[in-house]
């Protein structure tokens, strides 16, 4: 097989590759748009009708120009200070909510530790802190 004829089998196999990646690339494209009119949000009848046109003469109007600003704009509050709307009295009813809300769901949830007990001699305890400090970053 010449060096010709490896060429010609690589060109056929390339295009015969990507068309068949186009053509899943399709087809996966039009099950999910058959997907999506199955599955997807039901419109009421009110919202399926048409919207009446607006007026022509409206359309052609072209919209105001924005008039420049008489006085300076204000300069920005400082990014450390914080805004008006965070008061401490609202951080502090926000924290008391969460708070409340995370013990009521600790209690319901075992703790993520479990002691063994402590029955090791001294060689066993020497040995696990070994492996403990081989371990350590």
Request: no cysteine.
């Amino acid at each position: 097989m010449d060096t010709w004829e490896k060429l010609d089998i690589g060109l056929v196999m390339t295009v015969l590759g990507m068309g068949i990646v186009f053509l899943v690339l399709i087809f996966l494209s039009s099950l999910l748009g058959f997907f999506e009119r199955l599955f997807g949000t039901r419109r009421s009848p009110a919202a399926q009708e048409p919207k009446p046109a607006a007026p022509a003469a409206a359309e052609e109007k072209p919209p105001p120009l924005p008039r420049p600003p008489s006085k300076p704009a204000p300069e920005p509050a400082p990014a450390a200070a914080a805004p008006a709307a965070l008061r401490p009295a609202v951080v502090a009813a926000v924290m008391a909510a969460v708070s409340a809300y995370l013990q009521a769901e600790a209690l319901a949830l075992e703790p993520p530790v479990k002691r063994l007990p402590d029955d090791l001699s001294f060689w066993g305890r020497a040995a696990r802190l070994d492996q403990m400090m081989a371990r350590r970053l």
